[in-house]
T-cell receptor, first 115, second 115 residues
Framework: AQSVTQLGSHVSVSEGALVLLRCNYS??????LFWYVQYPNQGLQLLLK??????LVKGINGFEAEFKKSETSFHLTKPSAHMSDAAEYFC?????????????FGSGTRLSIRP | DAMVIQNPRYQVTQFGKPVTLSCSQT?????MYWYQQKSSQAPKLLFH???????NEADTPDNFQSRRPNTSFCFLDIRSPGLGDAAMYLC??????????????FGPGTRLTVL
């Protein structure tokens, strides 16, 4: 069975600092990995996805993630944090479920930005 | 813009009083999903429809039912809400390619309060 583990339930960085949110996966097959962001009282918005085309994936809002098979990692980064980045971030892996898909979510990381 | 719409955004019901949450989509996707997300937790899949085929998760309580009258609409019915059913309910859609790359797109959610 596939799974993802997010290291750190809460990360706090200063505005303008590097954002690094950690995610490790476990999968016996090539994984398809996603990062979603959830703002307070909102649904989940797709930030980026890895589908084996390129190991460095660029997403929206200046975020990117690098797939590292040797480390079984898919960490999310942004060079310079903005106050509007404060949100909950979920790493996820997808598997086929019949004609649909099933997302296995990590436990989430809440990102806070200090002025 | 193509999107997933959920109404209402906030719903208050009384203990034991049936409630229906609504989801519609303009993406023309084959699959519609319902998730339950409790505070500070990852979303949990309740069930999904591929077209008119209903697929229930094994641990979804019987108290939760769903209807999909057409491609665009899907409803979540909670027959007798308990205090433990207070949560954010998220609707999502996907094309239904049968592949792990089948990306899910989420609506803004309905926050349910049970008094």
């Amino acid at each position: 069975a596939q799974s993802v583990t997010q290291l750190g339930s809460h990360v706090s960085v200063s505005e303008g600092a590097l954002v690094l949110l950690r995610c490790n996966y476990s999968s016996s097959v090539p994984p398809y990995l996603f990062w979603y962001v959830q703002y307070p009282n909102q649904g989940l918005q797709l930030l980026l996805k890895y589908t084996s085309a390129a190991t460095l994936v660029k997403g929206i809002n200046g975020f990117e993630a690098e797939f590292k098979k040797s480390e079984t990692s898919f960490h999310l980064t942004k060079p310079s944090a903005h106050m509007s980045d404060a949100a909950e971030y979920f790493c996820a892996v997808s598997e086929a479920r019949g004609s649909a898909s099933k997302i296995i979510f990590g436990s989430g990381t809440r990102l806070s930005i200090r002025p | 813009d193509a999107m997933v719409i959920q109404n209402p955004r906030y719903q208050v019901t009384q203990f034991g009083k049936p409630v229906t949450l609504s989801c519609s989509q303009t993406l023309n996707h084959n699959v519609m999903y319902w998730y339950q997300q409790k505070s500070s937790q990852a979303p949990k899949l309740l069930f999904h429809y591929y077209d008119k085929d209903f697929n229930n998760e094994a641990d979804t309580p019987d108290n939760f039912q769903s209807r999909r009258p057409n491609t665009s609409f899907c409803f979540l019915d909670i027959r007798s809400p308990g205090l433990g059913d207070a949560a954010m309910y998220l609707c999502a859609t996907s094309r239904g390619t049968g592949s792990s790359t089948d990306t899910q797109y989420f609506g803004p959610g309905t926050r349910l309060t049970v008094l």
